[in-house]
């Protein structure tokens, strides 16, 4: 009997929580964020010309979101606001689908509401969610197709495992890493104790089989006839030239950003962890708090060890000149203040966390759904280590949902006072972030709509990356070379991103050689006051 009907008040709380988040954020803006013009452009010219199109850019499968891009598009018309909509949409399924796996996995109570707040609002999750890059609609079918395999192996029933196969699929066709939820299913039903061969076997091909067929597929249809973009391509040259000093760097990098996430719920499972394995978390927890000095005393790297979405101070792409082409700080910076606490806070949560999840899955290594659990989160962990070259902290997001169930599932959860502030403390960060984010890029598209109104040419703007790529890329065909998409470039030099003439340019602050021509102020949560985005012309000679 399905348990949906007394979760119905819960699923309601998540559905108003997610309304709430989205209006106090604020949806609204006809433009692109980070890389997820690269995305629309597919879906609109799958809409418009009804051909499905690739920029070079683009490294993620990407089909089944263009197709649902597309039609959006053909209802709708065009706009990022309609597909930024559709990415929040699917990011409040995905709240409710984890909620219906914990369930499924034997979370209950407080410990359950705890581990779905810390997935739905954690700072990667939020902020992402009001884009439409590929990470949350792949996280989000990733989710489901765990709940589905989760309820197959929990009910013994193959129409689940199959339910699940399907959604491994949906995801693999936005993400390829969704090849790996599968396996992790599969390999879990081979391992199950108390069944017969036989009956492993078959729930192994019902959990594997149409995800594997899909990739194989997918990749001869991409690589035979379609032809793969060179962000794809770029991908497997990636996995190729990798070498074990930069896996074991990304690894400990991407653990420290999971125990950041996961530090509400390691400080919950804290007590049973040293009691039950002492050394184990003594091991961690020194092993990573070696390898975060040598990190230090080496590069005098701090938390925020990654680029993309979090920084030291605030969330989102930063993508104008001065702070992604220049290196300069962002409008917002604490520095060491912050840096030295985030770290040790990290690196203590990461090594409890990784004791609970190595724990956990040893002690339960004959029972199906912890065995899922575990390696989902490994595999897909293992995953992002394939992007070593270009290691961005948004790829552990699916990771994220999977460790948390991973833990909470094996381990006993005992919410606390400081358990709560933590978690509310993430949230607080990932909902103004978010908002500051939207907010600024609110004003830097205002700006430039300025310019465009006055006549002015994209070829003659650097606006950021998300404008000039939307504008110029697909007309000039072009992608930029390890060495000019590297941060901490000259300031005689262009930026990258299909800048043609950079007469304007659009940053967080007055540049060498240009004049202010608008100054566009913008509300910030994080850091208090008013933040400005300003529009520069080059100075006359």
Same mark, same amino acid.
């Given at each position: @009997?399905?348990?949906?009907? /007394?979760?119905?008040? =819960?699923?309601?709380?998540?559905?108003?929580?997610?309304?709430?988040?989205?209006?106090?954020?604020?949806?609204?803006? $006809?433009?692109?964020?980070? $890389?997820?013009?690269?995305?629309?452009?597919?879906?609109?010219?799958?809409?418009?010309?009804?051909?499905?199109?690739?920029?070079?850019?683009?490294?993620?499968?990407?089909?089944?979101?263009?197709?649902?891009?597309?039609?959006?598009?053909?209802?709708?018309?065009?706009?990022?606001?309609?597909?930024?909509?559709?990415?929040?949409?699917?990011?409040?399924?995905?709240?409710?689908?984890?909620?219906?796996?914990?369930?499924?996995?034997?979370?209950?109570?407080?410990?359950?509401?705890?581990?779905?707040?810390?997935?739905?609002? =954690?700072?990667?999750?939020?902020?992402?969610?009001?884009?439409? @890059?590929? $990470?949350?609609?792949?996280?989000?079918?990733?989710?489901?197709?765990?709940? &589905?395999?989760?309820?197959?192996?929990?009910?013994?029933? /193959?129409?689940?495992?199959?339910?699940?196969?399907?959604?491994?699929?949906?995801?693999?066709?936005?993400?390829?890493?969704?090849?790996?939820?599968?396996?992790?299913?599969?390999?879990?039903?081979?391992?199950?104790?108390?069944?017969?061969?036989?009956?492993?076997?078959?729930?192994?091909?019902?959990?594997?089989?149409?995800?594997?067929?899909?990739?194989?597929?997918?990749?001869?249809?991409?690589?035979?006839?379609?032809?793969?973009?060179?962000?794809?391509?770029?991908?497997?040259?990636?996995?190729?030239? @990798? +070498?074990?000093?930069?896996? !074991?760097?990304?690894?400990?990098?991407?653990?420290?950003?999971?125990?950041?996430?996961?530090?509400?719920?390691?400080?919950?499972?804290?007590?049973?962890?040293?009691?039950?394995?002492?050394?184990?978390?003594?091991?961690?927890?020194?092993?990573?708090?070696?390898?975060?000095?040598?990190?230090?005393?080496?590069?005098?790297?701090?938390?925020?060890?990654?680029?993309?979405?979090?920084?030291?101070?605030?969330?989102?792409? =930063?993508?104008?000149? +001065?702070?992604?082409?220049?290196?300069?700080?962002?409008?917002?910076?604490?520095?060491?203040?912050?840096?030295?606490?985030?770290?040790?806070?990290?690196? @203590?949560?990461?090594?409890?966390?990784?004791?609970?999840?190595?724990?956990?899955?040893?002690?339960? /290594?004959? &029972?199906?759904?912890?065995?899922?659990?575990?390696?989902?989160?490994?595999?897909?962990?293992?995953?992002?280590?394939?992007?070593?070259?270009?290691?961005?902290?948004?790829?552990?997001?699916?990771?994220?949902?999977?460790?948390?169930?991973?833990?909470?599932?094996?381990?006993?959860?005992?919410?606390?006072?400081?358990?709560?502030?933590?978690?509310?403390?993430?949230?607080?960060?990932?909902?103004?972030?978010?908002?500051?984010?939207?907010?600024?890029?609110?004003?830097?598209?205002?700006?430039?709509?300025?310019?465009?109104?006055?006549?002015?040419?994209?070829?003659?703007?650097?606006?950021?990356?998300?404008?000039?790529?939307?504008?110029?890329?697909? $007309?000039?065909?072009?992608?930029?070379?390890?060495?000019?998409?590297?941060?901490?470039?000259?300031?005689?030099?262009?930026?990258?991103?299909?800048?043609?003439?950079?007469?304007?340019? !659009?940053?967080?602050?007055?540049?060498?050689?240009?004049?202010?021509?608008?100054?566009?102020?913008?509300?910030?949560?994080?850091?208090?006051?008013?933040? /400005? !985005?300003?529009?520069?012309?080059?100075?006359?000679?």
């Amino acid at each position: @009997m399905s348990r949906i009907p /007394r979760d119905l008040p =819960s699923l309601a709380g998540i559905l108003i929580a997610a309304a709430a988040a989205i209006a106090l954020i604020g949806f609204r803006g $006809d433009f692109p964020l980070s $890389d997820d013009w690269s995305y629309a452009y597919s879906s609109r010219t799958l809409c418009t010309e009804g051909v499905l199109r690739f920029l070079p850019w683009t490294g993620a499968s990407l089909v089944l979101q263009a197709g649902y891009g597309a039609l959006l598009c053909r209802i709708f018309g065009f706009s990022f606001e309609v597909l930024r909509i559709s990415t929040l949409t699917l990011a409040a399924t995905g709240a409710i689908g984890f909620f219906l796996l914990l369930g499924r996995a034997g979370v209950r109570g407080a410990p359950r509401a705890l581990a779905t707040t810390l997935f739905a609002l =954690s700072p990667l999750y939020v902020n992402l969610s009001f884009t439409f @890059m590929t $990470d949350v609609p792949f996280t989000v079918a990733a989710v489901w197709a765990g709940y &589905a395999y989760v309820r197959g192996f929990d009910e013994q029933r /193959r129409a689940w495992l199959v339910a699940g196969a399907f959604a491994a699929a949906s995801a693999l066709l936005i993400r390829q890493h969704g090849i790996f939820i599968a396996a992790a299913a599969s390999v879990a039903a081979l391992l199950a104790g108390g069944r017969p061969w036989r009956v492993r076997w078959g729930d192994a091909f019902a959990a594997g089989a149409l995800p594997l067929l899909t990739s194989i597929a997918f990749h001869l249809w991409l690589f035979r006839w379609h032809g793969a973009p060179g962000g794809m391509e770029m991908k497997l040259t990636e996995a190729r030239h @990798m +070498d074990l000093a930069g896996l !074991v760097n990304c690894a400990f990098r991407g653990l420290e950003y999971l125990g950041l996430l996961l530090a509400p719920l390691a400080l919950a499972v804290r007590h049973d962890v040293i009691a039950r394995r002492p050394r184990l978390a003594a091991a961690t927890c020194t092993a990573l708090a070696v390898l975060a000095l040598l990190l230090w005393l080496h590069d005098g790297a701090l938390m925020f060890y990654l680029t993309n979405v979090m920084y030291d101070f605030g969330l989102g792409a =930063s993508s104008l000149r +001065d702070t992604l082409f220049l290196g300069l700080r962002p409008p917002v910076q604490v520095g060491p203040a912050l840096g030295i606490p985030l770290t040790l806070l990290a690196t @203590m949560a990461a090594g409890v966390g990784l004791s609970a999840y190595l724990m956990g899955g040893w002690e339960r /290594r004959h &029972a199906p759904i912890p065995l899922f659990l575990s390696f989902a989160a490994g595999f897909l962990f293992l995953g992002t280590l394939l992007h070593a070259r270009y290691y961005f902290d948004r790829y552990l997001l699916v990771v994220l949902p999977f460790a948390i169930a991973a833990i909470a599932a094996t381990t006993p959860v005992r919410v606390s006072r400081a358990a709560v502030v933590l978690t509310a403390l993430l949230a607080w960060y990932a909902l103004a972030g978010t908002h500051d984010y939207l907010a600024w890029n609110r004003a830097r598209y205002a700006g430039l709509a300025a310019l465009t109104d006055a006549g002015i040419s994209p070829r003659e703007i650097d606006g950021g990356m998300e404008f000039n790529a939307w504008a110029l890329a697909a $007309d000039l065909g072009t992608a930029p070379t390890d060495a000019q998409a590297r941060s901490g470039q000259a300031p005689t030099v262009k930026s990258w991103w299909w800048v043609i003439d950079d007469r304007f340019v !659009v940053s967080f602050r007055p540049l060498p050689g240009y004049a202010v021509r608008q100054s566009l102020p913008y509300s910030r949560w994080l850091g208090g006051g008013d933040g /400005r !985005v300003v529009i520069l012309e080059r100075s006359s000679l």
